[in-house]
T-cell receptor
């Protein structure tokens, strides 16, 4: 699986959009981009995933650049409950079973 | 609820004791995964089941770690002769389809926090 690079930490004001970047410059054509988050003392929570096209669901939007070498997770109106560690994971089907979480980005949403 | 359930939520054991951690996956989910999460780190893969078959145990740190899923639903992770370095959060996840050939997300429980004294 391709390696990802994320900032260690970010801050965001409550009510504003949180934009979390992820670099995956060695991504292969069949690898998906997944985002999970982990709120303190809870298990990881799936947010969204995509291959090429931008994706949106009730939680977030995922913007993937045309060359697929980077992506951005957007939380449109961050709340205090969005404070968590956000993990960007790149993975291909048929590439084994493990999700490689890395260290993620610690997002702090402030009042 | 309909999510992945793990028990106990917290477990304290003395060094050398055996422990057993339970995972109830989401009903109907074929795939089941165990991860270990050390303090301040991301989860790390331990093992994977497809129904009752353990298809990958490459992440188990030693032969003291053993996992089973005899009827293809509930799974137990057992650690024998526990050591202090086994202290971690143990997470269980499940997904609907086969874990290796699918892009389906994994759904996690809240984990068991194991402390070895």
């Amino acid at each position: 699986d391709a390696k990802t690079t994320q900032p260690t930490s970010m801050d965001c004001a409550e009510g504003r959009a949180a934009n979390l970047p992820c670099n995956h410059s060695t991504i292969s054509g069949n690898e998906y981009v997944y985002w999970y988050r982990q709120i303190h003392s809870q298990g990881p929570q799936y947010i969204i995933h995509g291959l090429k096209n931008n994706e949106t669901n009730e939680m977030a939007s995922l913007i993937i650049t045309e060359d697929r070498k980077s992506s951005t997770l957007i939380l449109p109106h961050a709340t205090l409950r969005d404070t968590a560690v956000y993990y960007c994971i790149v993975r291909a089907p048929n590439s084994g079973y493990a999700l490689n979480f890395g260290k993620g980005t610690s997002l702090l949403v402030t009042p | 609820g309909a999510g992945v359930s793990q028990s106990p939520r917290y477990k304290v054991a003395k060094r050398g004791q055996d422990v057993a951690l339970r995972c109830d996956p989401i009903s109907g989910h074929v795939s089941l995964f165990w991860y270990q999460q050390a303090l301040g780190q991301g989860p790390e893969f331990l093992t994977y089941f497809q129904n009752e078959a353990q298809l990958d145990k490459s992440g188990l740190p030693s032969d003291r770690f053993f996992a089973e899923r005899p009827e293809g639903s509930v799974s137990t992770l057992k650690i024998q002769r526990t050591q202090q370095e086994d202290s971690a959060v143990y997470l269980c996840a499940s997904s609907y389809r086969q874990g290796g050939s699918s892009n389906q997300p994994q759904h996690f429980g809240d984990g068991t926090r194991l402390s070895i004294l």
